[in-house]
C-alpha cells in the first residue's frame, strides 16, 4: 500500500492497483489534535495517523466483543478502566 500526500492536504492510497481518496472536515479542534497527535507519534502524514487510530479502534472493538477488561498500570497501582464511546 502506498499512500501520497496530495498538494489539498488530502491523501491518495493505492491498494492493489485502485486508488481510494477520502476526505474529512475536521472542526478547529479536532484537527489541532490530529496535529498534535502526528507530533507526538512522528507520523509522516495524516493518512498514517488515521490509519493507526482505526487500528486501534478495531482492536478495542474486538477486544469489547470478547468481554476483556483492559488495566491501567501505574507503577504498582492497577487500575481497571471503563472506556466509552
Known amino acids: 500500500m ?3 500526500l496530495q498538494g489539498n492536504g ?3 492510497e493505492e491498494v492493489a492497483g485502485k486508488r481510494h481518496r477520502l476526505q474529512i472536515d ?3 479542534e479536532a484537527h489541532e ?3 498534535r497527535i502526528r507530533e507526538r507519534s ?3 502524514t495524516n493518512a498514517e495517523v488515521v490509519r493507526n487510530a482505526l487500528r486501534l479502534y478495531d482492536w478495542f472493538l474486538d477486544q469489547r466483543a470478547r468481554n ?3 488495566q491501567l498500570v501505574e507503577g504498582d497501582t ?3 478502566i471503563e472506556v466509552l464511546f
Do not use: D, I, Y
Request: aromatic share 4%; glycine share 0%.
Open 33 to 35: 489534535r490530529l496535529m
Open 42 to 44: 512522528e507520523a509522516a
Open 78 to 80: 492497577v487500575k481497571e
Open 68 to 70: 476483556s477488561r483492559l
Open 10 to 12: 488530502t491523501t491518495t
Open 2 to 4: 502506498t499512500t501520497e
Open 26 to 28: 475536521f472542526s478547529p
